[in-house]
């Protein structure tokens, strides 16, 4: 089965802080992916990564930055946490081209 | 870009009985793929059922099963003898072959015993 984890389920953080999001997959996927889930809007696209080193902005990358080093690892960083980042966030991963997104738990962030 | 719309905020099914979940989708592609996904309580989105838009054949998974209307641009999800463990946010999604992704805005599914 693919799993992938994400470092913290509920996590409270203060305004300004930096704060790291870590997700890691195990089933040797080339593209990952991190979300916010927002009741009435959705999933919308933060960030995407192809490959090792390699990332693509989505949807709504203000405010947040992420970080590829290791194939299985991809981490979302927000420089410095604001209120409106409060969120769900959910990792996923997938192989290329057309195959289904496998996700995370999801972390609930709440940023006060 | 694509878009995705879920119409139903919210739907509520008896427990034994079937229900529809509606999705319509905006692209120019021809080739693509479709997906509905669930996410129960504070549980693990999971993958239902996947259609690639190619297939004219609707896809079919045990109780779960889509209508794929391409022309309509329209992927609903029917759920047969619904069970109480079918209640959960439920998701349509859209995959372009460059790998762009689309969520609707999700349907919460509310199973009565």
């Known amino acids: 089965d693919v799993k992938v984890t994400q470092s913290s389920r509920y996590l409270v953080k203060r305004t300004g802080e930096k704060v790291f999001l870590e997700c890691v997959q195990d089933?040797?996927?080339?593209?990952m992916f991190w979300y916010r889930q927002d009741p009435g809007l959705g999933l919308r696209l933060i960030y995407f990564s192809y490959d090792v080193k390699m990332k693509e902005k989505g949807d709504i990358p203000e405010g947040y930055s992420v970080s590829r080093e290791k194939k299985e690892r991809f981490s979302l960083i927000l420089e410095s946490a604001s209120t409106n980042q409060t969120s769900m966030y959910l990792c996923a991963s997938s192989f290329p081209r057309g195959r289904e997104q496998y996700f995370g738990p999801g972390t609930r962030l709440t940023v006060t | 870009a694509q878009t995705v719309t879920q119409s139903q905020p919210e739907m509520s099914v008896q427990e034994a009985e079937t229900v529809t979940l509606s999705c319509t989708y905006d692209?120019?592609?021809?080739?693509?793929?479709l997906f509905w996904y669930k996410q129960p309580p504070s549980r693990q989105m999971i993958l239902v059922i996947r259609?690639?838009?190619?297939?004219?054949q609707n896809a079919t998974e045990n109780r779960f099963s889509v209508n794929f209307q391409k022309a309509a641009k329209s992927f609903s999800l029917k759920i047969s003898d619904s069970q109480l463990g079918d209640a959960a946010m439920y998701f349509c999604?859209?995959?372009?072959?460059?790998?762009?992704?689309?969520f609707g805005a999700g349907t919460r599914l509310t199973v009565k015993p």
């Open positions: 692209t120019s592609e021809s080739d693509y793929y």
């Open positions: 259609q690639e838009a190619y297939k004219q």
């Open positions: 089933m040797d996927h080339e593209n």
């Open positions: 999604a859209y995959r372009s072959p460059n790998n762009d992704m689309r």
